[in-house]
């Protein structure tokens, strides 16, 4: 059914389905526009070809929150303002992740250093983006802070989002990696390094090798999908596990961390 | 009878995926058990090797053959051990005698010592398919309150 309900839309295509986020307000559209899955082409919202998805953001209550609809269900609500762009970006992101077929995704940092891929599995707040900025900024190309989506061939496909960054109140904020200076990965690459880090304070960077196997356990821990419901996907895991050298261990510093998962990458 | 004259086979079927990894690790996904096994290079080949019914004796001389001589006897009973508990491979017993306990908890002694050494150490880790469930289902973390 058409949203008529807003002035302001911006649409694009994922999986088969025409996504179109929509509000009554254009400074917010046009942030969301800016930041919201920003590697996929924007397209007119009359778009022919399948079904079309509505989301839409309007104010609820007085207090500066908002909910999120599609269509016509709320499917969140209360969201502050300072996390709508996370929330809504989350749910966009379990939609098409939910419908990547045979490709798989780990929640993981991935940038690729001269053509090899560095994964960094781990769940949110683990510090994949601030580890995936510090490769970025010496010299890796940016593929994601978020996802790595694997295919049966064992290699990773960017999944390009805007960085979520803390600025000085320590509220996340969304950054383009272009914005930081970062050119985006945009081939799928070949596994090389797969890093299991658990951030200490004053540590010293030091990991031991890890076995396939334990490998895959840990990407199983770490992924969105539930394996009784896509059973490929232990071998879609296996094919990156193949080509790929793994670690675990500790990190301090982002930096000393950074510059040491490149020495092994290399 | 001597504990090593038992002979062990693996637990296969149609229900077992496996996915054997470059460095010779082997992950099997059990879909009857819902359970997932992780076995490092020596667990693995250890199971490998009781593709038809192995003593310990040929068991030991397959690790050989394919680690080298440093993977210790208390090694391989200890992966077999591990191997047992995952339901991966069955024993079977000669009839006219029993397993001296003494002698297995005598190995596993052995075992739990020669696990200072790195090298040879079996490892056999298993996630449940609810627990992995579990690991997807948190990882969909979005702060929201459904209608």
Known sequence: MPDTRHRFSFSFRASGLNIRVATDSAALTYSLDRYLLPWLPRVAKSSPKGSEVVYSVDPCGNDGCFKIQRGARTIAHGIAANLLFTALQQILDDLLIARLGERAAVHAGVAVYQGHAILLPGSSGSGKTTLVRELISRGARYSSDEFAVLDSDGLVHPWPRALMIRNACQIQEPLLATELGAKLQREAARVKLIVLLRYVPGATFDVQPLAGSETMIKLLQNTPHVLAEKPGMLGTLAAACRTALSFEGVRGAAGEAAEALIGLCM | ?147
């Open chain 2, 1 to 147: 009878m001597p504990y090593s004259e038992r002979t062990f086979s693996q637990l296969s079927g149609a229900s077992l995926s496996v996915e054997k990894l470059s460095d010779d690790s082997i992950v099997i996904c059990d879909l009857l058990s819902k359970r997932i096994h992780s076995l490092n290079p020596t667990a693995a080949t250890v199971w490998e090797a009781c593709a038809g019914a192995a003593s310990e004796q040929k068991i030991l001389a397959a690790v050989h053959s394919k680690l080298g001589p440093a993977i210790s006897e208390d090694a391989v009973q200890s992966a077999l051990e591990n191997l047992q508990e995952a339901d991966l491979i069955q024993v079977q017993e000669p009839e006219f005698t029993a397993v001296p306990g003494a002698v297995i908890e005598q190995s596993r002694r052995r075992a739990l010592v020669s696990l200072g050494v790195a090298i040879g150490v079996p490892a056999v880790i298993t996630l449940t398919m609810a627990d992995q469930r579990a690991y997807a289902d948190n990882s969909k973390s979005v702060p929201i309150t459904s209608d």
